[in-house]
């Protein structure tokens, strides 16, 4: 076994996983905190008024970051959902899972932050147009994936049952994504793009794409958050689960 | 400082997104915690369970 | 079998009952037409989230739940169609939508029934 296979096992047995995740998580939300403390001054302060919409528009630097997350971890959800039913790989059905209630927590800001600003832009709080309806599926999907791991009392089987939900919802993703496209829509078209230019101003753009980054880094760190109490319950009778229970037993830490 | 909390009249519809973002997002950080502690208290209680009943058995 | 005793007599009674509100002339055939489609559509969706929670007692809430993000869809290009046509606008695009969905439903709804039946089962 070469050493990059060797690597590969360690880093997916759970108490390595548990420490590693332990490890990462402080760094994941303290940069994640920062860099968004950073882009919200770029965004609010620095960032000149719009010329259409004044100062409603920066909601921009907080609803769209917010959208492409609830995107993102839909797509880390499914991906891992992948593997742990291909693979029977117990990490990944646990990165799955916790993935979930994160990604249900953006797609509740994107739909409220949108409808406040959709407020005095439409003159609506709501409409029942294509984005917006597949972003609210997108929530719904997330909570059916949510509710059926609850539902399940073996935690495996209960990730293995939800995790398959969620690749069955993922067609619900190209439809968010282009949405703008094929349809009419009330929602704004693309206006940053990944490959050539995008058609916003580049004092607005940075404090979006750092925000973007920060929201990455902050569901990082939740992932890894979730992912340990997850390892916990999965492993449960194992004994370095054991030590970690009578450890913080000892610490005083209150029941 | 009060243009700033102005926002040009969108004041309300800014700060409110805003808030919305925080809390929600603060929430969902906070709450693994709960459950660390739920899931922690949780195992200990059967670990004790276990050996108490282990030491109570005892011969057949 | 579902389907035929729950879809197929509202497919049937559809034009009678367009013909009762005064439906106008496209609608009166595309309306069943979208049913036909759309229907047996949301029975194999339903198929395999039924087989998702097939071992739990009182399942009736979430099987709720996970069905409606994936009927949505189905819904909004089935009355897309007929709203559309009521417009006066082009509605085939959306009824070729929902004749691909069915298609593949079809042909993988059976496979994912199997393998959830698995998971809930194993």
């Known amino acids: 076994m070469n050493a990059l296979t060797l690597w590969f096992h360690k880093t997916g047995s759970p108490p390595t996983a548990y420490r590693l995740a332990g490890r990462l998580m402080p760094w994941c939300y303290g940069v994640g905190f920062v860099l968004g403390l950073v882009a919200l001054y770029g965004g609010l302060v620095l960032a000149p008024r719009d010329y259409q919409q004044g100062d409603a528009y920066r909601i921009i630097f907080v609803h769209v970051p917010c959208a492409w997350m609830s995107l993102f971890a839909y797509l880390f959800m499914a991906a891992n959902a992948f593997i742990a039913l291909v693979w029977r790989i117990k990490l990944s059905e646990v990165l799955a899972m916790a993935a979930a209630p994160i990604g249900a927590a953006f797609t509740f800001v994107t739909l409220v932050t949108g409808s406040i600003w959709g407020k005095p832009m439409w003159g609506t709080w709501w409409t029942w147009d294509a984005r917006l309806t597949s972003e609210l599926v997108l929530l719904f999907l997330y909570f059916g994936v949510i509710g059926l791991h609850a539902a399940i009392e073996d935690r495996r089987q209960a990730a293995r049952a939800a995790g398959f939900l969620a690749l069955i919802g993922i067609v619900n993703l190209p439809i968010v ?45 939740s992932v890894l958050a979730r992912t340990r109490i997850g390892l916990l319950e999965l492993d449960g009778g194992k004994d370095w689960v054991r030590e970690i229970a009578l450890a913080t037993d000892g610490a005083g830490e209150r029941a | 400082m009060n243009d700033f909390l102005a926002m040009g009249g969108y004041g309300a519809y800014v700060w409110s997104s805003y808030a919305v973002f925080f809390i929600v997002l603060a929430l969902e950080a906070l709450a693994p915690r709960a459950t660390r502690r739920r899931v922690l208290a949780e195992l200990r209680g059967r670990l004790k369970r276990r050996s108490a009943r282990n030491e109570g058995s005892g011969t057949p | 079998m579902h389907w035929l005793t729950t879809a197929l007599p509202l497919i049937l009674v559809a034009p009678l009952l367009g013909e009762l509100l005064h439906l106008a002339e496209p609608l009166r055939w595309l309306l069943p037409g979208a049913l036909l489609l759309a229907t047996p559509l949301l029975s194999l969706l339903g198929a395999v989230c039924v087989a998702l ?48 969905a069915l298609v593949l439903a079809l042909v993988l709804a059976p496979l994912a029934c199997a393998a959830a039946l698995r998971i809930s089962l194993s």
């Not at chain 3, 994936?70 to 929902?98: E, K, M, S």
Request: glycine share 10%; hydrophobic share 55%; with cysteine.
């Open chain 1, 177 to 221: 994504h282009f949405s703008v496209n094929w349809w009419n829509t009330l929602h704004q078209g693309e206006t940053v793009r990944l490959l050539g230019p995008s058609k916003i101003d580049a004092s607005m753009i940075w404090p979006l794409l750092t925000m973007a980054l920060a929201t990455h880094l902050w569901f990082f760190g």
């Open chain 3, 53 to 100: 929670t097939v071992g739990m007692h009182r399942s009736g809430m979430l099987l709720a739940l996970l069905v409606l993000p994936l009927y949505v869809p189905v819904l909004i290009f089935g009355a897309g169609a007929c709203n559309a046509a009521q417009a006066g606008l082009p509605f085939l695009a959306p009824l070729l939508w929902l004749g691909a």
